[in-house]
């Protein structure tokens, strides 16, 4: 039974604590700056308490670490967490830079460490499906992904933290929706068809504000084909599969039919299953598949311990994480020079 450490006591780390318990695991230890949240999390688990992120990974009993901490610290605890011997599934965005997300992905190789960067998302199993048909649908022609979220910072008031600069969402997460909503969907588009290999984008940024509340691109895909890809905060209240704003879609299509897939609000996985039809170019026949409500930060968990246990390669890995960072800042950056970039990854691996 692996004795995990969570690091970072916040609001995303029931998801990874809860997970790991349920799979069998045994959550030993919990770490917060702030001791009460750690000590909330720890009394449910007779855990051990800490406020200092270097107890949990002087700890001996502890194999594996969450780092559920903001962005801005996950460089520091992950190289800090792999000089320490441990394994690591760190919370998206890996680090708020490329630069940086590459030199833990390259410490994690040199020290074989199994360091993993949880986007969730690649686990439902709707998701998961998609993955599997995508194989065998030959070439890709066009995706066009997009995650519109109910947050109206397109036009509606700004409150005084976001007003701030640096806003809250900024010392958080590093970013604004590319970052927040969009690394997800990154994520995703590198997953199905390879690393893209040229993009162009545009990302808007309010006057009053330091992030940026919608972010566009286009991306030469990995595997061939073309991706179109945007990220909102916008106000429609009532569009999406649920009918609540989340609106949350890809479609990709190939030379023998399409993927539509739909997910579910994050963080009520709860009320609906994410969606998958399949459109067979030669038959004519639409299938859909639908799943139970399920929650993939829990999927995840467990197959992270999975694959821990068995000596497996993460999934996804410090690499993909890494690939997620460098689509951010290059998208950024051509929106900056009104320029198409092409990609330069870090370690060179053929797409
Ligand atoms: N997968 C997703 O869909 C998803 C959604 C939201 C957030 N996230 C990610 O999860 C991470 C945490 O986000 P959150 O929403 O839980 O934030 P949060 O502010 O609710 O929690 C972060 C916690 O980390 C603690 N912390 C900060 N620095 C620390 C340090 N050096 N050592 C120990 N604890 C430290 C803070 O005190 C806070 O309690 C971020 O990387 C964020 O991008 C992912």
Not at 95 to 101: G, Y
Request: proline share 4%.
């Amino acid at each position: 039974m692996t004795k995990v450490g969570i690091i970072g006591c916040g609001s995303i780390s029931r998801f990874h604590h809860e997970g790991y318990a349920q799979a069998g695991a045994t959550v030993a230890h919990v770490c917060d700056l702030r001791r009460e949240a750690a000590e909330a999390v720890g009394a449910r688990y007779g855990a051990t308490v800490s406020t200092d992120y270097r107890a949990v990974l002087d700890d001996q009993a502890v194999e594996l670490v969450s780092i559920c901490a903001i962005a801005n610290v996950h460089k520091e605890i992950a190289l800090a967490a792999i000089a320490a011997g441990k394994g690591v599934v760190c919370e998206k965005t890996l680090t708020d830079n490329p630069a940086d997300s590459a030199e833990i992905a390259r410490a994690a190789e040199k020290a074989g460490a199994f360091v993993a960067t949880a986007y969730m998302k690649r686990y439902f199993p709707a998701l998961q499906q998609a993955k599997t048909l995508l194989a065998d649908m030959g070439q890709v022609i066009s995706l066009y992904a997009r995650t519109w979220q109910p947050w109206d910072l397109w036009n509606g008031p700004v409150d005084e933290g976001m007003r701030a600069h640096p806003s809250s969402v900024k010392r958080m997460y590093g970013g604004g929706v590319l970052v927040c909503g969009g690394s997800h969907i990154l994520d995703l588009i590198h997953w199905y068809t390879g690393r893209p290999t040229k993009v162009v984008g545009d990302v808007h940024i309010r006057a009053e504000m330091d992030i940026d509340n919608q972010a566009n691109a286009m991306l030469w895909l990995g595997s061939g084909g073309i991706g179109h890809f945007e990220a909102c905060w916008h106000p429609l209240r009532f569009g999406g599969f649920e009918r609540n704003g989340w609106d949350e879609r890809l479609e990709i299509n190939t030379e023998q039919g399409r993927l539509d897939i739909y997910t579910v609000m994050w963080d009520h996985p709860d009320r609906n299953g994410a969606l998958l039809v399949h459109q067979d170019a030669f038959t004519g026949r639409t299938t859909e598949y639908r799943y139970p409500q399920v929650n993939p930060f829990h999927i995840e968990m467990a197959e992270m311990l999975r694959r821990f246990e068995a000596g497996e390669a993460p999934q996804p890995s410090a690499w993909d994480g890494y690939v997620v960072d460098q689509l951010i800042a290059t998208i950024t950056a051509s929106s900056a020079q009104g320029t198409i970039l092409p990609m330069a990854y870090a370690d060179h691996v053929a797409v």
